[in-house]
């Protein structure tokens, strides 16, 4: 019995699992129940779900110096061992001691919360501190949507896999392993696997901005690669069918013709009102959404937009028509909110495949409604500078515009025309 609990004392005062690293001898006895101490064999470890104490402390090599591991909850097994720098036993108790009570003062000053219960009070849009300030600086800056989306994915995802951890226990592999763990056990795309991390990596960072925790584990973790599928951009033919049809649905009608020509995303369609039909432009000043209602475009510009004297008088004449005379120039089939973006989104898709676009090759072209906006980026570039371009659109810098340039099938002709005069000219191929 005496030497069962000098192993016990060797252990840190706690419980082993079968997985640490300790000298073979103490592999021959362990205690699973404090009230009443059983021997075990090797052969009789299998299936016992061991206590596990705060560390591991063993002897390595020859001079017997003793070394330690603390028990990582998160990843259920032991940290790297490091050395206590002697041979006593009471000497090293003690420093590993000192370092938990360290631990301890840092838990204690910063009210180390669990790191899952830290997640959901970081996106509670009422309470959250970080929502607030974000919102006072700019305002629009983050959605309920967003925030939502946030919300749900800890709820699903980080919960069931963080557990009781403490914030300041999640290491880089921890929010690595993560990763893997929803890549192999999810049908989730690797954009959506990304955007669950950023729920949970994003509290993180600015708990170390401000000074709550003393690293940022996230800051080497590397997320899935993302293959970039490009938009697809109906051709100008194709544009020109969409406009020759008969369209079952006026607002529908109009609202591609919005897209097409004034660049306006969904959302600025949709929150369009009376007032924001001026003589010949279109002030682009909010965006509508399920969730966030009214709210600033995105980037928090307010732009003004030239629009055709066709165009606008057929959405002057649009507002006209609303049963439920209300300011929306889109106005929606229940009083009070705008036309629904599926019903718009739905009503553009059915069109495409009047015109022989069916649904199937819509998909592997990736055209959507918001392809109608990268159409009006890519036939504008180029017949004015970037800078008054993104005046129409928005962007905020050339990036964007060069992301929604597309080359277009007036591109093709311009560059077929010139490899015809200046290449063909030195290939001498025989009929």
């Not at 910063?110 to 607030?132: A, C, N, V």
């Not at 700019?138 to 980080?158: H, L």
């Not at 973790?221 to 194709?238: H, Y």
Request: a positive charge; proline letters at 4%.
């Amino acid at each position: 019995m005496n030497s069962l609990f000098s192993r016990k004392a060797l252990t840190g005062g706690g419980y082993h699992g079968v997985g640490s690293r300790l000298d073979s001898t103490i592999f021959r006895s362990l205690i699973v129940d404090h009230r009443s101490p059983i021997i075990l064999k090797n052969n009789d470890l299998r299936g016992v779900r061991m206590r596990r104490a705060p560390y591991s402390i063993y002897r390595r090599g020859s001079n017997g110096v003793l070394y330690f591991q603390f028990w990582n909850q998160t990843i259920h097994r032991y940290e790297s061992a490091k050395s206590t720098g002697t041979r006593n036993l009471t000497k090293a108790k003690a420093y590993i001691r000192s370092l938990i009570d360290e631990r301890d003062a840092i838990a204690m000053r910063f009210e180390d919360p669990y790191f899952t219960d830290y997640l959901k009070g970081f996106w509670d849009w009422d309470k959250s501190i970080y929502i607030h300030s974000k919102l006072m600086r700019r305002p629009n800056s983050i959605g309920k949507a967003y925030v939502r989306a946030s919300t749900a994915y800890i709820e699903r995802y980080a919960v069931c896999f963080f557990r009781k951890a403490r914030r300041s226990e999640i290491l880089t592999r921890d929010l690595e392993a993560f990763l893997l763990h929803l890549r192999q056990t999810t049908s989730l795309s690797p954009r959506s696997i990304n955007a669950v991390y950023d729920a949970v990596a994003i509290p993180i960072r600015e708990a170390f901005r401000i000074g709550e925790i003393e690293n940022d584990p996230s800051r080497a973790v590397r997320k899935l690669w993302m293959p970039q599928k490009e938009k697809g951009i109906p051709s100008t033919a194709e544009v020109a069918k969409l406009s020759a049809l008969e369209w079952p649905d006026p607002r529908v009608a109009c609202a591609f013709k919005v897209a097409a020509i004034c660049g306006l995303r969904l959302g600025e369609i949709r929150a369009l009102c009376r007032d924001a039909i001026g003589d010949e432009t279109i002030t682009v000043k909010y965006s509508y959404s399920v969730v966030d209602g009214l709210k600033s475009p995105k980037n928090g510009r307010v732009r003004v937009v030239p629009v055709p004297a066709f165009l606008h008088d057929e959405l002057l004449s649009l507002a006209k028509k609303s049963p439920h005379h209300e300011d929306w120039i889109f106005w929606g089939n229940v009083s009070g909110k705008p036309l629904d973006g599926k019903v718009i989104t739905t009503g553009f898709y059915t069109a495409m495949a009047r015109i022989g676009i069916d649904e199937d090759a819509r998909k592997k072209r990736n055209i959507t409604f918001h392809s109608l906006r990268h159409f009006c980026n890519s036939i504008l570039r180029g017949a004015l500078p970037d800078e008054k371009l993104r005046q129409l659109t928005g962007h905020i810098d050339r990036s964007m515009t060069d992301r929604y340039d597309h080359i277009t099938d007036i591109d093709m002709a311009i560059i077929k025309e010139a490899q015809e005069k200046r290449l063909l000219q030195y290939l001498y191929i025989s009929a």
